[in-house]
């Protein structure tokens, strides 16, 4: 899908954000194991990854672990990381082919070490990357984000405005989404990058993730630029009707 115009500007969203819910109902309505479902969901996410950055954003930023999944059994967990090892050391070429830069948020001291360090060489290989900044949220969270930033701030001595705040988190120097997108039918935000969506136009799919399509991500941007975004003001629009 092509971004196009609206009210004179380009509007495909710049930076486009989703919550890959809905694999382990995937999984469970197949009567498979939730591993089957977290990997259809990485098959999935791998198709969507691409199909975005074609598409014209510039950032997507996907959830990948909550720091609060952590909590889910050793079983499941085990089965994610795997999935994560395939992943880190398995796509990294295809991002550096494809000028993908690579960016983990997430509290890297709560993962096993070995996948630190192919998430170190991921980021660092991508570097150069400047088709677009692909950023995995993984044993994220983001009250525990803003607390980490509340406290550097306090240990730095210093009051600080909107801006030097968010310069504190883990997205720094990244522009806020414009489109957040949740599948799996739940509409709720799960500790998901609150400070950065304090904008963002919400858009809930029925979809569990592993059925998410490209069609049906092309569906949530045109919801999204059929909308108007007003950041609380008053647009020329509605100035006249009021
Ligand atoms: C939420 O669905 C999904 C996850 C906790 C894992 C998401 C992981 C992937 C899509 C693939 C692997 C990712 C990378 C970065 C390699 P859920 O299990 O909570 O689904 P449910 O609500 O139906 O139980």
Do not use: C
């Amino acid at each position: 899908m092509k971004g196009r115009k609206a009210r004179g500007q380009i509007l495909y969203p710049r930076h486009i954000a989703v919550i890959m819910d809905g694999n382990g109902r995937w999984a469970k309505k197949r009567l498979l194991p939730r591993g089957a479902g977290h990997r259809a969901g990485l098959k999935r996410m791998l198709e969507l990854t691409e199909h975005a950055f074609l598409s014209g954003a510039r950032y997507l930023t996907l959830y990948a672990l909550s720091a609060e999944n952590l909590q889910r059994p050793k079983e499941e967990l085990d089965g994610l990381y795997a999935l994560f090892r395939d992943y880190f050391s398995g796509n990294v070429s295809t991002l550096i082919k494809k000028g993908i830069r690579l960016k983990v948020i997430g509290d890297m001291s709560l993962l096993p070490p070995d996948i630190v360090e192919l998430i170190a060489n991921g980021e660092r290989e991508t570097a150069a990357g400047k088709g677009g900044l692909l950023i995995l949220a993984i044993a994220y969270g983001a009250r525990q984000e803003i607390v980490a930033a509340v406290n550097r701030a306090v240990s730095a001595g210093r009051a600080v405005d909107e801006a030097q705040f968010s310069s504190l988190l883990k997205t720094d120097g990244v522009p806020d989404p414009d489109l957040l997108i949740r599948t799996g039918k739940e509409q709720r935000l799960s500790n998901f990058l609150l400070w950065q969506s304090a904008y963002t136009e919400l858009y809930f799919s029925d979809k569990m993730f592993p059925d998410f399509t490209s069609a049906d991500f092309d569906r949530a941007v045109s919801d999204f630029l059929e909308r108007d975004r007003r950041y609380g003001k008053l647009t020329p629009e509605s100035e006249v009707i009021i």
